[in-house]
Every structure is written in structure tokens, then in C-alpha cells.
């Protein structure tokens, strides 16, 4: 169960934030908001660290995905420096994203993520 719900709300709206980026402007300073300098995204797919990489991982999930965007499934949890979500990329559509999974993140000092774990429960064929 979370002790400070906010903080890890907090982090996590920033994130999707990032992930949701409507220009590389906004992305670049989504990211800076987000991610400590040298932050880094892990999963299946992805092992990244610093803004620059993290930006352009973010350009090519969403060139892979247009019209899509990222949003939360669930609720947030967290304890001390850590915390968990689930997330979905979904269309405007009432249909089921295509592509889901959750992620675990590591905070610093500041509330800016250290570190991502993600994890895929639902990717598209030919999307990997």
C-alpha cells in the first residue's frame, strides 16, 4: 500500500506526459520533468539512459503508433523510492488498446525517475 500517493501519482503523471508529447519541444522538456539526468527505461524491447535516449525511444514508439497515446489502467502503488502502474496505448475508440503492460519506477530525491521497468503484457504482431 502507498504511503505518499501523491509523489508516486505525481512522478507517473510526468511520465505519461513524456510518452505523450505532442513535438519534440514539449517532449524534450517533458522528459527533463520526468527523468533525472541520467535516468533509464528498460524492457523488453528498449535498454536506454539519459534524456537524449529516452526522447528518441519515445519519437520512435510513437512514429510505430500514430494517433495513439498512452494512459493510465489502474491505479498507482507505491513505497519508499518505488512504485508500479499498469498503462495502456489506446486509440480515440471504445476498442481494446493494442498494446498494454505495467511498469516499476525508481524515484530520486526530487520525485524525477532513476529508472523505468517495463513490463509488455499485450504487444501487436510485427510491433516488437
Avoid: C
Avoid at 501519482?9 to 510526468?14: G, N
Avoid at 508529447?21 to 522538456?29: N, T, V
Avoid at 528498449?46 to 525511444?57: K, N, P, S, T, Y
Amino acid at each position: 500500500m502507498s504511503t505518499n500517493t501523491e509523489r508516486y501519482e505525481s512522478a507517473v503523471a510526468r511520465y505519461l506526459a513524456a510518452w505523450n508529447a505532442a513535438d519534440e519541444r514539449e517532449l524534450g522538456s517533458a522528459v527533463a520533468a520526468a527523468w533525472a539526468e541520467d535516468g533509464s527505461y528498460t524492457d523488453p524491447l528498449a535498454d536506454v539512459r539519459g534524456h537524449e535516449q529516452i526522447a528518441a525511444l519515445i519519437t520512435a514508439t510513437r512514429k510505430q503508433f500514430p494517433g495513439f497515446a498512452f494512459r493510465p489502467a489502474g491505479a498507482v502503488d507505491g513505497h519508499h523510492d518505488t512504485a508500479r502502474f499498469g498503462w495502456e496505448l489506446a486509440g480515440e475508440g471504445d476498442g481494446p488498446a493494442p498494446v498494454a503492460g505495467f511498469d516499476v519506477i525508481t524515484l530520486d530525491d526530487e520525485g524525477r525517475i532513476r529508472s523505468v521497468y517495463g513490463f509488455l503484457d499485450r504487444v501487436p504482431s510485427g510491433a516488437a
